[in-house]
């Protein structure tokens, strides 16, 4: 099996780069040629190397992202695995990966092929979230050193200074039948089950063919952020919509900076489809 080993030594803290050859030895000891190339954002890590049968990513949601969308853009499918190694790891962690690069290796290496959803907004595909809204961009607007040296820790100060922004976006929302309007302050459409390691989205599966949709509605600051902390703890409040669907398009009266995976998201209107079963993992 020829493999490909894609790294972001930018992701998480920085400390891929040291483990690259352990990482190397664990699949060489199985038999499998892997070649280490790192991820230069801008070009397609793919070029020269189409053939690849397993694909291994280094790196977190965004990275993984970058390379799905890569993949996709030359009509390539190949297994993919994930060593996570950002600061979230979000679609690693619904996987069930271990967060030491070396025991994901090994779990890639023992483990068994299943299929997995995609979400695609826009033409574009989204391995774990696709948001907007308070605190959706913050990841965006977090400094790579501060995320190096305070690790999630960097989101919360950054999130913390959004909130005082806060303001409702008017939403018309059509989704498989249903056609509703909405004073939104936050939304997420789930593919995966966690953002920033918060299950958001009850009950999600990877496999499902469905997309999770949260939509945080209008109400004064405390309200908000009571309802949402309410929403954690497993209540139901009312200014916390939640639905899941297989495809959903968004309008927005104005247009507002949108999140996908952690990094710069498409503008609105928003049209997004989950292609159930679309992505093969090894995990």
């Known amino acids: 099996m020829g493999a490909l080993l894609l790294y972001n030594v930018e992701a998480g803290r920085g400390t891929i780069k040291n483990r690259l050859s352990?990482?190397?030895?664990?699949?060489?000891?199985?038999?499998?040629?892997?070649?280490?190339?790192?991820?230069?954002?801008?070009?397609?890590?793919?070029?020269?190397?189409?053939?690849?049968?397993?694909?291994?990513?280094?790196?977190?949601?965004?990275?993984?992202?970058?390379v799905v969308n890569s993949m996709r853009?030359?009509?390539?499918d190949p297994v993919l695995g994930i060593i996570p190694s950002?600061?979230?790891?979000?679609?690693a962690g619904a996987l069930g990966m271990p967060l030491d690069a070396v025991l994901a290796a090994r779990k890639i290496v023992a483990g068994r092929e299943r299929r997995i959803d995609c979400g695609e907004v826009n033409g574009a595909h989204f391995v774990n979230v696709l948001s907007f809204g308070v605190l959706t961009t913050t990841s965006q607007h977090t400094p790579d050193s501060a995320?190096?040296?305070?690790?999630?820790?960097?989101?919360?100060?950054?999130?913390?200074?959004?909130?005082?922004?806060m303001h409702p976006i008017h939403l018309r929302v059509r989704s498989e039948g249903e056609e509703f309007e909405s004073d939104a302050l936050m939304?997420?459409?789930?593919?995966?089950?966690?953002?920033?390691?918060?299950r958001l989205a009850r009950g999600a599966k990877l496999d499902d063919g469905k997309l999770d949709v949260l939509i945080l509605e209008k109400r004064n600051v405390l309200r908000a952020y009571g309802s949402m902390m309410r929403y954690l703890l497993g209540g139901n409040p009312?200014?916390?919509?939640?639905?899941?669907?297989?495809?959903?398009?968004?309008?927005?009266?104005?247009d507002e900076p949108t999140d996908v995976d952690g990094q710069q998201g498409p503008h609105f209107p928003l049209r997004v489809r989950c292609q159930h079963h679309s992505l093969r993992v090894r995990c």
Request: proline fraction near 2%; aromatic fraction near 10%; glycine fraction near 12%.
């Open 22 to 66: 352990s990482i190397v030895e664990v699949f060489r000891s199985a038999g499998i040629a892997i070649r280490p190339k790192q991820i230069v954002f801008g070009e397609n890590p793919f070029d020269g190397v189409e053939t690849a049968e397993l694909v291994v990513v280094c790196g977190g949601d965004g990275t993984v992202n970058y």
């Open 187 to 198: 939304c997420l459409i789930f593919n995966g089950e966690t953002a920033g390691r918060f």
């Open 73 to 76: 853009s030359r009509g390539l």
């Open 147 to 165: 995320k190096h040296r305070f690790g999630k820790m960097a989101y919360l100060w950054v999130g913390m200074r959004d909130l005082v922004k």
């Open 86 to 91: 950002g600061t979230a790891n979000d679609l």
């Open 238 to 254: 009312e200014a916390v919509r939640s639905f899941a669907t297989s495809r959903i398009e968004i309008e927005a009266i104005h």
